[in-house]
């Protein structure tokens, strides 16, 4: 084993309940300076003093995205403006910004946790790490930035896109990590195929991905073609950004560091806690911010706890990689269908290339969904009876996982779409009712 980043790497579970025990006293009694949280306990007659416990966490109202869009600008803050340093704000992925305020403090605890995600992983002290991430107000940028500082890497602030440049920086200063978002990864291998740049002029060992859903399929293609190792990377903007949960060298599942914020998976229709390793929806609690607590917030991202300990003798409880966003789902015919599920085939067949987008449409009174796949170079220059066994291969194996037979088309590699930051895979051609 080697050595542990700091002491919280490796404490019991018992250590961890003890502490959550503490701050969670503390931040209940901080939140409850925030207008919004004073105005909330009131409304339901809850006294901070009473949460004494993790066993009264159920006490406490859930907060939800539409809570942080409503206390916008600073409703949210437990102290005075201008103790905060730095804010954030969501990317907007479904809708309104949200913003996060943080204490100097709360900057040092979230660079703190993010080296402690890069040190488990394996990366040191003088290992050359590259942030392609969008530097702003998304906290992938800075977030990854001050924690390879603070471990000691010596760190490129390439940000986002410019493929040629990070190509570039990631050969000349013999790059050994990165963080990058998986389907910006799969984006430059095939760039980096159409110019000819073979991977083994790179120093890679290792990626850390995340910010996105992505299937084990995604991780194996990114670390085959890269020759790294791929760790999963988990964090929302309202528990301040990455940091909140990471894989170890196991790769099975995601340490949710149990210091730092108390998480509870719930059925999202009922709020009831599902039972032990069911899949729910993730709710968070901050044990440490001082700036901005929040108090079971609901992440709307699906994930279950996953049983029993891992090998490398952490305990804090590991989370399953996030199958989607309660409000990703999509509804065709009836049938629930997420856009993992999709990924999840594509991906496994081996003339597929590294992009794909979903399309809904309606004919009609019919909902269809079509799904463009791009197909590898070399076979795109296959003869029409070869190409038409693939499509069907294709609509037959999405069927098998779906349960409706989508439409498929085939295009060239590098011909759709592709977003700097986090990949769009649905788009929602129907007519709003
Ligand atoms: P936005 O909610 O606008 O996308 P954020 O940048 O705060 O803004 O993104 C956080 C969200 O990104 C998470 O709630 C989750 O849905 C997604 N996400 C982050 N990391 C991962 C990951 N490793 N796997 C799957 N989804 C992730
Ligand atoms: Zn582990």
Redesign the pocket.
Known sequence: MHQPYCPEEFWSQDQLRAVQNTRLQTTVEAAARSPFYRQRFAALGICPQDIRSVEDLRQLPLTTKDDLRAAYPDQMLARPRHEMVRLHA?????GA?TVVYYTANDLVAWADLVARCMHMTGIRPGDTFQNIAGYGL???GLGFHYGAERLGCLTIPAGAGNTKRQLKLLEDFQVTAVHIIPSYALHLASAMEEMDFAPQRLALRIAL??????TEAMRRRIEDFFGVKAY???????MN?PGVAFECPEQSG?HLWEDAYLAEIIDPNTGAPVPEGELGELVLTTLTREGMPLLRYR???LTRFLPGTCPCRRQHRRID??TG?SDDMIILKGVNIYPMQVERVLLGIPEVGQNYLIILEREGHLDQMRVKVEIKDEYFVEDMRVLKGLQSRIASQLRDELLITPRVDLVESNSLPKSEG?AVRVQDLRPKE
């Open positions: 969501s990317s907007g992925t479904t910004a998304f906290t992938g991905i995340g910010a996105e859903p992505h999963n990377s988990y964090g929302l903007s309202e950004g995601m992440t709307r991202d990689r996030i966003r986090k």
